[in-house]
T-cell receptor
Framework: TQLLEQSPQFLSIQEGENLTVYCNSSSVFSSLQWYRQEPGEGPVLLVTVVTGGEVKKLKRLTFQFGDARKDSSLHITAAQPGDTGLYLCAGEVYGGSQGNLIFGKGTKLSVKP | DTGVSQDPRHKITKRGQNVTFRCDPISEHNRLYWYRQTLGQGPEFLTYFQNEAQLEKSRLLSDRFSAERPKGSFSTLEIQRTEQGDSAMYLC??????????FGQGTRLTVV
């Protein structure tokens, strides 16, 4: 079973559209991180959320951590082709191993011009 | 320091051969992690070090895999008697204590 479920798995949209991707779990997380990964490269950290209900904005990207710290969402406004990539959420389970960052399978986003 | 550095970026090896990968973390980071990522999956945890101590190993890390971080700086991951199922991207990350982890560009291993 996947501890972190990401949805949708694939998303193909036109430039200028808005989108939301989700990261859900039945477990509570001490913190949750969002990464973006391009083919053949390592994940690049976008943001870390640590407080239930927290909202963070990074230009056109808005990240939200659920009140119960079990889920998170990433909303992109007016998507651009440069946003294309694999979006991964990763979390440290509350009370779990201190070194084990659990990853979801990712959402593969394609933004067409 | 420009970030986490991994070497080589790509490695093609024949089944049964041994391979070794190197990771140089961000200099002030005391934690170093190894992950494996196969196509269509997120990274899967293999092991992590705090300074030179290896504190946790995943079940994925069979006895053919060994990781070291002898001086608490760079780390090596060795795979002995490689199998085709070992083909994957091997990712290294580092962090200062339990803060955000930053990843290297990975080593793509292909076992033929």
């Amino acid at each position: 079973t996947q501890l972190l479920e990401q949805s949708p798995q694939f998303l193909s949209i036109q430039e200028g559209e808005n989108l939301t991707v989700y990261c859900n779990s039945s477990s509570v997380f001490s913190s949750l991180q969002w990464y973006r990964q391009e083919p053949g490269e390592g994940p690049v950290l976008l943001v870390t959320v640590v407080t239930g209900g927290e909202v963070k904005k990074l230009k056109r990207l808005t990240f939200q951590f659920g009140d119960a710290r079990k889920d998170s969402s990433l909303h992109i406004t007016a998507a651009q082709p440069g946003d294309t990539g694999l979006y991964l959420c990763a979390g440290e389970v509350y009370g779990g191993s201190q070194g084990n960052l659990i990853f979801g399978k990712g959402t593969k986003l394609s933004v067409k011009p | 320091d420009t970030g986490v550095s991994q070497d080589p970026r790509h490695k093609i090896t024949k089944r049964g051969q041994n391979v070794t990968f190197r990771c140089d973390p961000i200099s002030e980071h005391n934690r170093l992690y190894w992950y494996r990522q196969t196509l269509g999956q997120g990274p899967e945890f293999l092991t992590y070090f705090q300074n030179e101590a290896q504190l946790e190993k995943s079940r994925l890390l069979s006895d053919r895999f060994s990781a070291e971080r002898p001086k608490g700086s760079f780390s090596t991951l060795e795979i002995q008697r490689t199998e085709q199922g070992d083909s994957a991207m091997y990712l290294c990350a580092s962090s200062r204590d339990r803060t955000e982890a930053f990843f290297g560009q990975g080593t793509r291993l292909t076992v033929v």
